[in-house]
């Protein structure tokens, strides 16, 4: 277990096979992780799939509108939706996309972030500078590394829930 040094920007994911730590780094993208924080307290993370998982790339899930659906139609809609809440402007720094980073998932325009966001299964240096960073795994990576894949999975894997570490019991 990793130790946690700031609960406040600390993201708990509990996945099928074991929890996921991940630190925050407010100081690089405030608002990304104000966001993801915010989400995470609504519950709006708990039974959301990864719905693209790409070996050798990336996980990504985060469609809190599509993402909890149980029926076929509606998880061919994940990774189509987002949050309620406004899109976040694109927080882009010097900090590279290596294995284990955050990345915020967004659509053409740098600005459409909102609720979906991926995990580097390995250095992807290509994304940096076109997708903000905001955090990076500090324990739990082997849980990551075992998600199933597919563009979309045909059994996806759940976030079964999603806290931040200073509201965690």
């Known amino acids: 277990m ?23 780094m407010p100081e690089i993208a405030p608002r990304h992780c104000e966001r993801i924080k915010e989400l995470s307290r609504e519950g709006a993370y708990d039974g959301v799939i990864f719905h693209r998982v790409i070996d050798g790339f990336m996980a990504q899930t985060g469609d809190v509108l599509h993402g909890k659906q149980s029926d076929g139609l509606n998880l061919r809609l994940a990774g189509t939706g987002a949050s309620a809440k406004p899109n976040l402007p694109a927080e882009f720094s010097g900090i590279p996309h290596d294995r284990g980073t955050l990345g915020a998932a967004r659509g053409g325009n740098p600005n459409s972030a909102n609720s979906q966001f991926f995990i580097n299964f390995k250095n992807n240096h290509f994304l940096n500078g076109q997708y903000t960073v905001y955090g990076r795994v500090i324990d739990g990576m082997e849980h990551v590394d075992s998600i199933q894949r597919g563009e979309p999975p045909v059994n996806p894997d759940r976030m079964i829930s999603m806290k931040v570490a200073a509201d965690a019991a």
């Open 2 to 24: 990793a130790e946690i040094r700031d609960p406040e920007n600390t993201i708990l994911i509990e996945l099928k096979d074991g929890m996921v730590t991940i630190e925050l």
